[in-house]
């Protein structure tokens, strides 16, 4: 019975590092440096004394998310018009401090040069920003051995089954020894 006990418990502490997944982030010596992984979604942000503007390429849309400076509350009820080298858009409110312009050149891969007039209630101020928007083939790959990755759930699930099938074997020969041993 000691046996046993010994062997589960080694079992035990053995178990979490069996299907443990090695993680990045640190620096391993020499090695060149991974790629930065974009973002989701290219962005500009724009921010004078009044306004605080995030510009979002969504889709074939651009979605501007605008707040005050000095309290973080979104902006309802603006007029927002976006300059981008073509003619001037309107957007429209989607939410509270949220807008949103149709197709624009933005969706377009290159660095654009964004003037974006806000006039809320008495205060009106030109936000500028440039937004890059990167070719859809440099989007960066996913690393194939990253966490939660196919790959490491399947190696996680062997290495389970495989301390399963130890501790059956174990217990399998545990209860032979006991049987052929006279009491």
């Known amino acids: 019975m000691k046996f046993l006990r010994i062997f589960y418990v080694a079992l035990a502490l053995a178990a979490p590092s069996l299907t443990s997944h090695a993680h990045g982030g640190e620096d391993h ?45 979104p902006v309802v009820g603006a007029q927002v018009e976006v300059d981008s080298g073509g003619p001037p858009a309107m957007a ?16 377009q891969p290159g660095r654009h040069a964004l003037t974006v007039s806000v006039q809320a209630g008495d205060t009106a101020d030109l936000l500028s920003a440039t937004l890059d928007v990167p070719a859809a083939a440099a989007a960066a790959p996913a690393a194939s051995l990253a966490v ?36």
Do not use: I, M
Not at 92 to 107: L, N, S
Not at 162 to 179: D, P
């Open 148 to 183: 939660g990755s196919p790959a490491t759930t399947k190696r996680g699930l062997w290495a389970l089954a495989g301390a399963l099938a130890l501790a059956a074997l174990g217990g399998f020969a545990w209860r032979r020894r006991r049987a052929s041993t006279p009491s």
């Open 92 to 107: 429209a409110e989607t939410a509270p401090g949220v807008y949103r312009v149709a197709a624009g050149p933005w969706t």
């Open 29 to 73: 010596g020499d090695a060149s440096a991974p790629a930065p992984v974009a973002s989701a979604a290219p962005r500009a942000q724009a921010q004078s004394e009044d306004f605080e503007l995030v510009a979002e390429v969504q889709g074939q849309a651009l979605v501007l998310f605008l707040d005050r400076f000095d309290s973080n509350a």
